[in-house]
């Protein structure tokens, strides 16, 4: 099984995740922050990854440095499980629609980070967790895994549907690109025979 442990320590956080890539979607998240919690259980049940993740934050000063963190510490986990990528289906996109809110990911494991993010909120806080920390994890997520994400809420008017819907949708995205894919299975899925640096 393609699978990962990576443990972050700085003297703002404490962090140690495991993923399983070829999971069945069983979660086991404790961040401190429960509405965070909540959108990577999302995460896992809908992309069928296996996670478990500990994290200890500087929560006094705010969710900021937990929040950044564990999209590092995740990432590193998901880019370790890959490994050199071979036979994986590389791309994936999804619609997800929540109530009124509709979201589409597209996304590129192309061992290559960049985030196009247009997601607006309305509002600043959503539980404890500032809605501007979305942003933060899914940059922080997408550079460690070397994920090319486009990340797009369509339209929407419940900020909690609003996120919930992207992480359901690149949960879904995640799902389809790391299959593996049967009829080239042995190969890394570029021309130039190595997933990522230039085009």
């Known amino acids: 099984m393609r699978q990962a442990t990576i443990e972050r320590n700085t003297n703002e ?11 069945t979607g069983i979660y086991d998240v404790k961040t401190g922050i429960g509405f965070f919690d909540h959108m990577l259980e999302q995460l ?18 705010d969710c900021h440095h937990t929040v950044e963190d564990c999209g590092i510490a995740m990432g590193m986990a998901v880019a370790k ?11 994936g996109s999804a619609m997800i ?28 806080r959503l539980g404890q967790m500032d809605t501007e920390l979305f942003k933060e994890w899914f940059q922080a997520f997408a550079q ?4 090319t994400l486009h ?4 339209y929407g008017e419940n900020n909690h549907h609003m996120v919930e819907a992207s992480y359901k949708a690149l949960a879904r995205a995640l799902r389809e690109a ?5 009829r080239k299975a042995d ?3 570029s021309t130039k025979g190595v997933l990522g640096g230039s085009l």
């Open 44 to 61: 896992s049940r809908h992309s069928l990854i296996d996670i478990t993740l500990r994290a200890e934050g500087d929560l006094h000063i």
């Open 81 to 91: 499980a890959l490994g050199d990528r071979k036979g994986i289906t590389r791309y």
């Open 13 to 23: 956080t404490r962090i140690k995740v495991t993923v399983n890539l070829d999971g």
């Open 97 to 124: 629609p929540m109530d009124e809110t509709l979201t589409r990911v597209a996304l590129d494991l192309s061992n290559r980070a960049y985030l196009i993010w247009k997601v607006k909120f309305t509002q600043p």
């Open 144 to 147: 460690a895994a070397g994920i």
């Open 151 to 154: 990340v797009e809420c369509l």
């Open 187 to 189: 190969a890394v899925p």
């Open 178 to 182: 790391i299959e593996i894919d049967p």
